[in-house]
């Protein structure tokens, strides 16, 4: 498994370049890897976004899709494709150190 190094810390990546450890995510790596794919800087919504992921994930062990994220977390579809454009449920996992939403192509 490739790993890099991410905010001074070795990080494992899958193929894709997502986090396989989600333990290992810290903000600063999550503001690094939303540089990276230029989204900067992260506002307190992207944040709203990026905490709900983490909780959601903690708790239902599986990255939230795009609809549960716009249906539980109340952040609109549409403000989600502002804050995360083009492949919003992809990029926002990415940010957030969690694997893909499944049927996230």
């Known amino acids: 498994m490739p790993t890099a190094n991410i905010a001074g810390r070795d990080i494992a990546l899958n193929d894709e370049g997502f986090m396989t450890e989600p333990t290992q995510w810290t903000e600063e790596i999550g503001t690094f890897l939303a540089r990276q794919i230029g989204i ?3 506002t307190e919504e992207h944040w709203k976004v990026i905490r709900f ?3 959601d994930f903690d708790a239902q062990g599986e990255t ?3 609809r549960r ?3 539980v977390a109340g952040i609109g579809t549409k403000d989600l494709y502002t804050l995360f454009p ?3 449920a992809r990029k926002m996992a990415y ?3 969690l694997p ?3 049927g996230c192509v």
């Open 40 to 42: 900067d800087p992260l």
């Open 64 to 66: 939230a899709t795009l």
């Open 100 to 102: 893909k939403p499944k």
């Open 69 to 71: 994220v716009s249906t």
């Open 95 to 97: 940010v957030s150190g």
């Open 53 to 55: 992921l983490r909780s």
């Open 86 to 88: 083009g492949k919003p």
